[in-house]
């Protein structure tokens, strides 16, 4: 991979960051809470950003399954290491972390590159 490629991953790693914690504040409005304490919100976020990871995985033109996984899951450390480098001075890490339905955001993001790994199929008329 060449140096743009990085810069790249780099940056949509941070847009992928700003959705995940749109998304986490767009719950929190809606059911009123400051964590995420139903299992179905962290499934609704998960399939949310599995699919934006896949978005962005397709505007980074893999060529393998392997390059898939690996931008996934290098987004989903990176979106660990921005939470906890933000939440760990506030001592507010129960808010992310607070529940197991939290994680699957996590594990949505790595596997979302990879859940899309099929190719448009046109039938030819005529």
């Known amino acids: 991979m060449d140096k743009k490629t990085y810069f790249k991953i780099f940056g949509y790693g941070l847009q992928l960051f700003v959705v995940v914690m749109l998304l986490i ?8 809470s400051d964590q995420i304490d139903h ?8 399939i949310l950003m599995a699919g934006c990871s896949w978005l962005y995985s397709l505007r980074l033109k893999p060529t393998t399954t392997k390059e898939k996984l690996t931008y996934g899951i290098t987004w989903a450390i990176m979106i660990a290491v921005i939470i906890l480098i933000i939440t760990i001075p506030n001592k507010t890490t129960g808010i ?5 339905s939290a994680y699957l955001i996590f594990l949505g993001v790595a596997v ?3 859940v899309g790994n099929y190719k448009s199929v046109t039938p030819k008329i005529g």
């Open 39 to 46: 299992w179905w919100e962290g499934v609704v976020i998960a």
């Open 96 to 100: 992310v972390f607070g529940s197991w």
């Open 25 to 32: 504040f767009a719950m929190s409005a809606i059911t009123n």
């Open 112 to 114: 979302g590159p990879i």
